[in-house]
């Protein structure tokens, strides 16, 4: 077991009963703290890299350290590009030689969604590469009372099915009522939604924008059948304040203010795979 597409691991996931999780990294500290916790926990997971990062002059670099950490652990692991904003982000991923790719085209009309969907799909589905697309549109947690009680971007269960039969994609990301970045308030799931989502389609599900979920929320959305649940804001949020208070101390210095990141990526990784019960799972 190393590097690997995700979708037979998110299967798994769906009828196992837990989530796999995606786990956005930045740079190599925070990166080497994930890997850690994968192979302490022995769990499946998703190592991803953000779409603004893919048009950095080191993406190819980051991606072939990563690519290369996946490889040496003993448990599966996908490296895989989040959010690709457009499909030229998509096709770099694919030449950098990530397992899996996200097209976001969840602002866009459903048509145009559809079409350039069908373009990264084209480019990756030669190559064993799997793709996840988003239907109905994950907003931002500073938005989020006025979105939420509007129910702007949640997913029209009656266009998953037509969605899914057009573009052929692995794995789909649906909005019902998360939020993307630091909640002010608290977020209220519309569980009904998605499971009558999930009882249309037989490919792994996703939640984005989990961050100001409680732990019995992200046990709920599992229990209802989510596969994979995306993971940024409180990691970076947890390692910030690691690193704020070593650089406090009068011994800091680079080495124990990158270790405390390295340190806090671990253990909030660790809480992750434990509470999303994908603990133990990596040789299912």
């Given at each position: 077991?190393?590097l690997?597409?995700?979708?037979?691991h998110?299967?798994?996931?769906?009828?196992?009963?837990?989530?796999?999780?995606l786990?956005?990294?930045?740079?190599?500290?925070?990166?080497?703290?994930?890997f850690?916790?994968?192979?302490?926990?022995?769990?499946?997971?998703i190592?991803?890299?953000?779409?603004?990062?893919?048009?950095l002059?080191?993406?190819?670099?980051?991606?072939?350290?990563?690519?290369?950490?996946?490889?040496?652990?003993?448990?599966?692991?996908?490296?895989?590009?989040?959010?690709?904003?457009n499909?030229?982000?998509?096709?770099?991923?694919?030449?950098?030689?990530?397992?899996?790719?996200?097209?976001?085209?969840?602002?866009?009309?459903?048509?145009?969604?559809?079409?350039?969907?069908?373009?990264?799909?084209?480019?990756?589905?030669?190559?064993?590469?799997?793709?996840?697309?988003?239907?109905?549109?994950?907003?931002?947690?500073?938005d989020?009372a006025?979105f939420?009680?509007?129910?702007?971007?949640?997913t029209?269960p009656?266009?998953?099915v037509?969605?899914?039969?057009?573009?052929?994609v692995?794995?789909?990301?649906?909005?019902?009522?998360t939020?993307?970045?630091?909640?002010?308030?608290d977020?209220?799931?519309?569980?009904?939604?998605?499971?009558?989502?999930?009882?249309?389609?037989d490919?792994?599900?996703?939640?984005?924008?989990?961050?100001?979920?409680?732990?019995?929320?992200?046990?709920?959305?599992?229990?209802?059948?989510?596969?994979?649940?995306?993971?940024?804001?409180?990691l970076?949020?947890?390692?910030?304040?690691a690193?704020?208070?070593e650089?406090?101390?009068?011994?800091a210095?680079?080495?124990?203010?990158?270790?405390?990141?390295?340190?806090?990526?671990?253990d909030?990784?660790?809480?992750?795979?434990?509470?999303?019960?994908?603990?133990?799972?990596?040789?299912?």
């Amino acid at each position: 077991m190393s590097l690997v597409r995700i979708k037979d691991h998110l299967e798994a996931a769906r009828a196992g009963g837990y989530a796999i999780p995606l786990i956005d990294v930045f740079e190599m500290q925070g990166a080497r703290g994930t890997f850690d916790a994968i192979a302490e926990k022995q769990a499946p997971a998703i190592v991803a890299v953000y779409a603004h990062l893919i048009d950095l002059p080191d993406a190819e670099a980051f991606a072939a350290y990563l690519k290369m950490m996946a490889e040496r652990v003993a448990a599966p692991v996908s490296v895989m590009l989040d959010h690709g904003e457009n499909v030229e982000q998509c096709l770099k991923a694919i030449s950098l030689g990530f397992t899996d790719v996200m097209y976001d085209g969840s602002k866009l009309p459903i048509a145009e969604n559809v079409s350039k969907t069908l373009e990264v799909v084209a480019a990756a589905r030669p190559l064993g590469i799997g793709v996840e697309a988003e239907l109905g549109h994950v907003g931002n947690a500073a938005d989020y009372a006025d979105f939420a009680a509007k129910r702007q971007g949640f997913t029209d269960p009656e266009s998953v099915v037509p969605f899914l039969e057009a573009t052929g994609v692995d794995y789909l990301a649906v909005a019902f009522g998360t939020a993307h970045g630091v909640f002010k308030g608290d977020p209220q799931l519309d569980l009904e939604l998605f499971k009558h989502i999930a009882s249309l389609v037989d490919v792994p599900l996703v939640m984005h924008g989990g961050s100001g979920l409680t732990d019995e929320q992200f046990t709920a959305a599992i229990a209802a059948g989510v596969a994979k649940i995306n993971v940024a804001t409180n990691l970076v949020i947890g390692a910030s304040k690691a690193m704020k208070k070593e650089a406090a101390g009068d011994a800091a210095n680079l080495f124990t203010i990158s270790t405390a990141a390295r340190k806090a990526y671990k253990d909030g990784v660790g809480g992750v795979l434990e509470l999303f019960g994908s603990a133990g799972k990596a040789a299912a």
